[in-house]
């Protein structure tokens, strides 16, 4: 990965995997649709105080170089720009009534009811991604949306999608499997469930805990109710 300065207007576009193998095979790529994103950009570099007056305030930001291209999806992009309407005051965030979730051994589940304040996500629903299903499964309880694939991306790398399980839909149910291989001397093994907003693109990663043994209260316990 390189930098660009920002000495003249460039625009770079290199082809990912999976767009080279369309090629290659002799296909259309048929692009029809581009996003921006703003991962290089610091926002805490923006100056209200700054002597020379409004002009200057983002002086630094617009100064900074911008990332090249990368062919790598699952590195690039991740903070996407989103329109709103111009009435918006707060960005959506999505909340969960847990910040983790710990599961027994094998069978027990966890009911996940996503929410997004500020904005609306109940249209096309949310995408979740299970990081690691070797010790959970992640099923749908309420598809009920405009698309039942995921419509966002989940930047996970090729290693990562073959133990991962992503699916689409208003609300989920994790369900614990028999871990005992994998915990090892500290009883449990921990992985993360991601939920994406799949209007608004708003994100929460909780960390998941599943132990070898059962606990007691049931399936699913909220380490801290927000």
Do not use: C
């Not at 990912?16 to 090629?23: V, W």
């Not at 009435?87 to 009534?97: D, F, G, Y």
């Not at 995921?150 to 133990?163: A, K, M, S």
């Amino acid at each position: 990965m390189g930098y660009l300065d920002n000495s003249s207007i460039s625009v770079e576009a290199i082809l990912t995997k999976k767009g080279r193998e369309i090629l290659a095979r002799g296909g259309n790529l048929g692009i029809t649709k581009f996003a921006l994103a703003d991962d290089e950009v610091d926002y805490s570099l923006w100056q209200e105080n700054h002597p020379l007056g409004t002009n200057y305030y983002g002086a630094i930001i617009e100064g900074m170089p911008v990332l090249e291209a990368h062919p790598d999806e699952t590195q690039v992009m991740r903070y996407k720009l989103v329109t709103l309407p111009k009435t918006t005051t707060k960005m959506p965030i999505v909340t969960l009534p847990y910040s983790a979730i710990q599961l027994g051994r094998d069978g027990q589940t966890a009911d996940i009811v996503p929410a997004t304040r500020y904005y609306e996500d109940d249209a096309y629903g949310y995408t979740a991604i299970l990081a690691n299903s070797n010790y959970a499964d992640l099923q749908v309880r309420n598809h009920n949306a405009q698309s039942v694939t995921p419509i966002v991306p989940t930047f996970l790398r090729d290693d990562e999608l073959n133990r991962s399980i992503v699916k689409v839909g208003k609300t989920f149910t994790l369900v614990s499997k028999d871990v005992t291989r994998w915990a090892g001397g500290q009883g449990y093994v921990t992985t993360t469930l991601t939920i994406i907003g799949n209007n608004t693109g708003a994100t929460q990663t909780i960390p998941v805990y599943v132990y070898k043994n059962a606990l007691h209260g049931g399936g699913q316990t909220p380490v801290s109710q927000r």
